[in-house]
């Protein structure tokens, strides 16, 4: 089929999140030829062409349906306020944008802010947190390098963001509030045609099942039969757990599914009930 709808994914070109972008399309099962320093390449194996671009103008791009669906940090959305829907929280590319002062300075409350001079590259997100709590300060925008600001006299404070917190440290500073959290997301275009939004449909149903199971793990193990109850009940599973006789006369194989967050908890009170030769499996996919 030579007009078959394409699904037009705009990722970062390079960058923190473009190894993670790929990778989720490699976990959706989706192929790209991808030659250096291309700017778009297409899937071989779904309806989909993805193009390379700089994270900041993605949502411009998006806005504008030169892409129908884009690859970029909360951050960036709402920094560039362009008009685009926000379809899917990706779990990657984590960091806070927060306020940072010199470590030698005090700060109790954003009310501290007064009158102070901020630089930062997100003149945007900080003008309305100033709004909505209300302070006069003066925002200097500046592109890179916002941490050495301070520094050289140029602002009293910076807001930046953060992940580790080692550029701040570098720089004799402290993170002082944190005024949004931010992950990479889906977003697309406030209305794309209906074979299009079909097509995103599908792939969101992919992304949910990579999601759900990168948070959740196979787990087997030997019970006591007469401690099934109390280890079934430990382990909801999907619906419920599937229990196999063992060989072995009074034993049991019990297998389930445990959240990675519920982990460590849950293996402590299954030894306490008398599990035994526990195994713990990552799941590629997850269909529920
Ligand atoms: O070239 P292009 O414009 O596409 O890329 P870019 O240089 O603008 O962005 P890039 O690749 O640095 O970041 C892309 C996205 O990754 C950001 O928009 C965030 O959504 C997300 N992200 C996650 C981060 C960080 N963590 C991060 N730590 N973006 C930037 N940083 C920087 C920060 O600005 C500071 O300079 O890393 C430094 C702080 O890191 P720590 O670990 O020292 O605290
Ligand atoms: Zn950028």
Request: net charge positive; with cysteine.
């Given at each position: 089929m030579i007009n078959m709808t394409k699904l037009k994914l705009a990722i970062q070109k390079s960058g923190?999140?473009?190894?993670?972008?790929?990778?989720?399309?490699?976990?959706?099962?989706?192929?790209?030829?991808?030659?250096?320093?291309?700017?778009?390449?297409?899937?071989?194996?779904?309806?989909?062409?993805?193009?390379?671009?700089?994270?900041?103008?993605?949502?411009?791009?998006?806005?504008d349906g030169v892409a129908d669906i884009g690859i970029v940090g909360e951050n960036v959305v709402l920094e560039k306020e362009k008009k685009v829907r926000e379809v899917e929280k990706l779990g990657?590319?984590?960091?806070?944008?927060?306020?940072?002062?010199?470590?030698?300075?005090?700060?109790?409350?954003?009310?501290?802010?007064?009158?102070?001079?901020?630089?930062?590259?997100?003149?945007?997100?900080?003008?309305?947190?100033?709004?909505?709590n209300n302070i006069q300060a003066e925002i200097h925008e500046i592109s890179g390098s916002v941490e050495i600001a301070p520094g050289i006299g140029l602002s009293d404070c910076i807001c930046d963001l953060v992940s580790s917190g080692s550029t701040l440290f570098m720089n004799g500073l402290k993170e002082a509030e944190i005024i949004l959290r931010s992950e990479a997301?889906?977003?697309?275009?406030?209305?794309?045609?209906?074979?299009?939004?079909?097509?995103?449909?599908?792939?969101?149903?992919?992304?949910?099942?990579?999601?759900?199971?990168?948070?959740?793990?196979?787990?087997?193990?030997?019970?006591?039969?007469?401690?099934?109850?109390?280890?079934?009940?430990?382990?909801?599973?999907?619906?419920?757990?599937?229990?196999?006789?063992?060989?072995?006369?009074?034993?049991?194989?019990v297998h389930s599914v445990v959240n990675e967050n519920d982990f460590w908890g849950i293996i402590e009170n299954l030894k306490a009930n008398g599990a035994e030769g526990i195994l713990v499996i990552p799941i590629g996919k997850m269909v529920l």
């Open positions: 923190r999140l473009h190894e993670d972008s790929m990778n989720l399309l490699k976990e959706c099962g989706i192929s790209i030829n991808n030659g250096v320093n291309r700017l778009k390449a297409e899937a071989s194996n779904f309806p989909l062409e993805v193009f390379f671009l700089r994270d900041d103008d993605i949502p411009q791009y998006v806005e990657f590319g984590k960091c806070r944008l927060s306020i940072a002062i010199a470590k030698e300075k005090s700060y109790n409350t954003s009310k501290d802010l007064e009158g102070m001079r901020i630089a930062t590259s997100y003149p945007v997100i900080v003008r309305k947190f100033l709004e909505k997301e889906l977003i697309s275009g406030k209305e794309l045609k209906e074979e299009k939004e079909e097509l995103l449909k599908k792939l969101r149903f992919r992304i949910q099942s990579v999601k759900k199971a990168g948070n959740n793990r196979y787990i087997l193990l030997n019970a006591p039969n007469d401690k099934l109850d109390e280890i079934c009940h430990l382990l909801p599973g999907m619906k419920s757990p599937t229990v196999l006789p063992l060989a072995e006369e009074g034993w049991s194989s």
